[in-house]
Nanobody, 128 residues
Framework: QVQLVESGGGLVQPGGSLRLSCTAS????????VAWFRQAPGKEREEREF??????????YYSGSVQGRFAISRDSAKTTVYMQMDSLKPDDTAVYYC???????????????????WGQGTQVTVSS
């Protein structure tokens, strides 16, 4: 059982930056697809929105709304996944969740139902 711990959220002004971290306790992400999802205020769990993912191959994927502003990466030990968020907008306000699983095929990685392991979430608020 992999346990995920997120950190790095907070309050930032529009145009600012944050870096989120997702750490796997006790194991590496070497064989996992790791993704970030977000749940905006007033939305249900089933409405979690895909943000970005990095597969075990190292390939990265982004939603259209964050492409060019966010960057997902892994450390060399593959125990931590980062998401650098730049040019933040008020619409980026949400609870951000890290999710991981093995065997997530390419056509499924944007759907939260295909991930069994989740972190507790970290709040990101973009406001002046």
């Amino acid at each position: 059982q992999v346990q995920l711990v997120e950190s790095g959220g907070g309050l930032v002004q529009p145009g600012g930056s944050l870096r989120l971290s997702c750490t796997a306790s006790g194991r590496s992400f070497a064989r996992y697809t790791v993704a970030w999802f977000r749940q905006a205020p007033g939305k249900e769990r089933e409405e979690r929105e895909f943000v970005a993912a990095v597969r075990y191959s190292g390939h990265t994927y982004y939603s259209g709304s964050v492409q060019g502003r966010f960057a997902i990466s892994r450390d060399s030990a593959k125990t931590t996944v980062y998401m650098q968020m730049d040019s933040l907008k008020p619409d980026d306000t949400a609870v951000y969740y890290c999710a991981a699983d093995t065997g997530v095929i390419l056509s499924s990685l944007r759907n939260h139902v295909h991930y069994d392991h989740w972190g507790q979430g970290t709040q990101v608020t973009v406001s002046s």
